[in-house]
């Protein structure tokens, strides 16, 4: 690009938020160039092909599922925003799924009727209760940009007397969307709450490839630039705007405005704003995953649950471990049980738990190789006190850790959730440069879609 050429906007990292920031710009004839480091778009959630078998990375479910046609919610939002139609997504709903702690088990699925009459059941003593904190909670559009709010957990004592309930209505919403430990905003939760069981879980057949792809192609139509291995080396600033990023290649593009889902403090230190990192410090949270490809569809041997959230005591820790992985509780996933008209190509379980970065970051070459054998072994045998024995079926296994996170995405930490301080807002202190997706409080598949509009609709078609 010659020095006299200048984009509209510039956009930091492929991710979600990014091609959704993208494509709202592009529509209203923006030029736009979005910059990915990696040779794959998607960023936290993306897929890779190992031993001739593809995998998805990050995606378990899409939440906010609602049916075809439904016009208010987030996912109507991105449909409506991004032009795209709801047969594009692909979506397939969840099969059911459940939350099993000791001695007692909540099913939900898409109907949230499923979810209240087993809560009804299992604490009869609390259902009043919870009927009215579900009635109390935010809708969407009075929640907005920047609303942040109390604890959460305050919120929902406040109405549930029984720790365990309230842990077990805590447990998919933290490990799916939180960044800080034990709690979440009071905002926060209602758009969690309302995703995951007001709304619900869905996955296209082909996974996460199938909408990256989808966006992608929009992207492209409508005249964008994709440069993939293309890393950012650093904005540099004049008169309180960023003029210019460098490239890790020394090239420097120019642009109007600025938008990076690379995090808030990944971006401050591409600023050279070390000052700013401590507004909103990397996360504390990272997680490991197992991925264990079977030789037979779960249903075979009597596992038709979609998602399995699990706890081994009466009480929920969701804390940064001391350890290197926090085996009490984790989430097995099984991306085959969904309501697909036909079988997908892979019979896969995924498992995450909670992991320690420092400790992981600790181990020598050879010890991290150890641990995560020894620990791949350990996470599943820790599941499989909460689903049917599977470990004969396993034939492939891949792991990753928050190492494996923070290398592949150049999230700091491998926190995958952000910071747990959000900058709602979007704005920095750099009158062109905004932040989009986890750090702009908006986590999942549809927050970070949802994130890459609402940044790009406030501040970068505001001419």
Not at 107 to 118: C, I, K, L, S
Not at 198 to 210: I, S, T
Not at 302 to 318: A, E, M, P
Request: glycine share 10%; hydrophobic share 40%.
């Amino acid at each position: 690009m010659s020095s006299e050429n200048v984009y509209d906007a510039v956009i930091v990292g492929a991710g979600m938020s990014g091609l959704a920031a993208g494509i709202r710009l592009a529509q209203y004839d923006r030029n736009v160039c979005i910059l990915e480091k990696h040779s794959m778009i998607g960023g936290l959630n993306s897929f890779y092909r190992r031993n001739g078998r593809n995998y998805d990375v990050g995606l378990h479910a899409m939440t906010n599922y609602v049916p075809k046609g439904t016009k208010v919610g987030p996912l109507a939002r991105i449909i409506r925003h991004l032009r795209m139609s709801w047969d594009e997504f692909g979506l397939t709903q969840q099969n059911g799924s459940a939350i099993a702690f000791p001695g007692v088990e909540l099913n939900f699925t898409n109907d949230f009727e499923r979810f209240e009459t087993d809560v009804a059941e299992k604490f009869p003593n609390q259902i009043d209760g919870f009927r009215k904190m579900v009635s109390g909670l935010a809708g969407y559009n009075d929640l907005g940009i920047g609303v942040a709010g109390g604890s959460a957990r305050e919120y929902v004592s406040s109405y549930i007397s029984d720790p365990r309930l309230v842990d077990m209505i805590f447990c998919p919403l933290l490990y799916y969307g939180g960044a800080r430990e034990q709690d979440m905003e009071y905002g926060q939760f209602c758009v969690m709450f309302r995703s995951i069981f007001l709304e619900g879980f869905a996955r296209p057949r082909d996974g996460v490839r199938h909408i990256l792809i989808k966006l992608l192609k929009k992207f492209r139509a409508l005249g964008g630039e994709l440069r993939l291995n293309t890393g950012v080396r650093k904005f540099e600033s004049r008169n309180g705007e960023i003029s210019n990023v460098v490239l890790e290649n020394g090239e420097e593009i120019r642009a109007k405005r600025f938008l990076s889902s690379a995090g808030w403090p990944e971006t401050m230190k591409m600023c050279g704003a070390q000052d700013a990192i401590a507004e909103c410090p990397a996360g504390k949270l990272g997680f490991i995953e197992t991925i264990s490809v079977l030789d037979t569809p779960p249903k075979k041997f009597g596992h038709d649950k979609t998602i399995v959230f699990f706890n081994d005591s009466d009480s929920f820790s969701y804390r940064n471990p001391d350890s290197l992985v926090d085996l009490r509780s984790g989430v097995v996933c099984s991306p085959n049980n969904f309501k697909y008209s036909e079988p997908i190509e892979e019979n896969m379980i995924r498992i995450t738990a909670l992991a320690n970065y420092d400790l992981w970051r600790k181990l020598s070459p050879d010890e991290y190789k150890k641990q995560k054998r020894w620990l791949y072994e350990k996470t599943l045998e820790s599941a499989a006190r909460f689903v049917p024995e599977f470990r004969g079926h396993v034939i492939d296994v891949d792991m990753f850790t928050p190492l494996t996170i923070e290398r592949f995405t150049g999230r700091a930490r491998g926190a995958i959730y952000g910071a747990s301080n959000k900058k709602y807002d979007g704005a920095t202190q750099f009158r062109n440069l905004f932040v989009c997706g986890a750090d702009q409080g908006m986590v999942g598949i549809i927050g970070a879609l949802v994130s890459g509009v609402v940044i790009a609709n406030r501040y970068a078609l505001n001419d």
